[in-house]
């Protein structure tokens, strides 16, 4: 077991592991000790963000749960897709399928935040055998126009920072300053979660070219994502929402519960798209899902 450290300064438990997929690509997961007898958790990370996302999370289950957090290629330690083209929610469950094959990992609790969930869903149509449950961060089978939007306007862009407070600067107005608890330390710290220092510079942990899919098929998915939430409803689920998020909407959450009555709902006050899963009500709701499922 390797003791790592994140960019601010963190010191984390878990090891490095690597592994390439069928194309090729070598992808980067962080591997953290937990029990044998319990389900591990796997932990699928936003748009453009990476492992550090989950960095808190992890530190929480582990060593109770063991967890996985998976970098989508294009993001972090993993490499960047030479076809842009493959930056998908299809190709990305191929990918979480061909982690849990490699490591002999027959079922585990899904969490997916914001694409993460995208990809849970896709996965419970393409392999459910694998998700025993799933925690969905943020997200659900209808998003709104407002979210996508607002997404995609910072999307792509490839800005150099001369120092934190600079970035800390630019995601407060992304996010629009919410959630409004946040002190400068926090956006510097969300800074050096989803920023990587690089000759002299800082700049975002990703690789520009994932905005190449949303150029030529809108931002929008094509597909109708009801009945891939459907499929997934049929495993123990919670869905968490941030109260003041712009992607998942209260009405979009209000129909999900009438289509799948047995999921657990839990709203996180103050908070917009998406919670950081370290809220005490994130926290408390959590720890009682996964009670529930022993």
């Known amino acids: 077991m390797s003791t790592a450290a994140d960019q601010d300064g963190d010191r984390q ?120 449950a799933a925690i969905l961060n943020d997200v659900g089978p209808e998003l709104t126009q407002e979210g996508l939007d607002r997404i995609r306007n910072y999307l792509g862009k490839d800005p150099r920072f001369t120092s934190w407070d600079e ?15 946040y002190s400068q330390d926090d956006w510097v710290r969300m800074a050096k979660r989803v920023c990587r220092e690089e000759a002299g510079e800082i700049r975002f942990d990703y690789d520009m070219a994932i905005v190449k899919p949303f150029e030529t098929s809108g931002a929008t998915p094509n597909i109708d994502m009801w009945p891939l939430f459907a499929a997934l409803a049929r495993k123990p689920l919670l869905v968490v ?30 908070v917009g798209h998406a919670p950081d899963l370290d809220e005490p009500e994130a926290v408390a709701a959590i720890d009682d899902f996964l009670n529930s499922l022993a």
Do not use: W
């Open 13 to 132: 438990r878990f090891r490095d592991g690597y592994f390439t997929v069928r194309d090729g690509l070598r992808l980067h997961y962080r591997d953290y000790p937990g029990r044998d007898d319990r389900l591990p958790l796997l932990c699928l990370s936003g748009l453009t963000r990476n492992a550090r996302d989950f960095a808190a999370f992890a530190e929480h289950h582990s060593p109770q749960r063991r967890v996985l957090v998976l970098e989508n290629r294009g993001r972090g330690l993993s490499e960047y897709d030479p076809q842009p083209e493959r930056y998908n929610p299809l190709t990305y469950a191929g990918d979480v399928i061909q982690l849990l094959e490699q490591l002999g990992v027959p079922q585990a609790i899904f969490v997916g935040t914001s694409l993460g969930g995208l990809v849970t869903m896709v996965v419970a149509v393409t392999a459910p055998q694998l998700i025993a």
């Open 167 to 181: 970035v800390a600067e630019v995601l407060a107005t992304n996010n629009k300053g919410v959630p409004a608890r």
């Open 241 to 270: 929402r941030g109260e003041k998020s712009d992607l998942l909407s209260a009405e979009a959450v209000q129909k999900m519960q009438e289509a799948a009555p047995a999921t657990r709902f839990v709203v996180i006050p103050g």
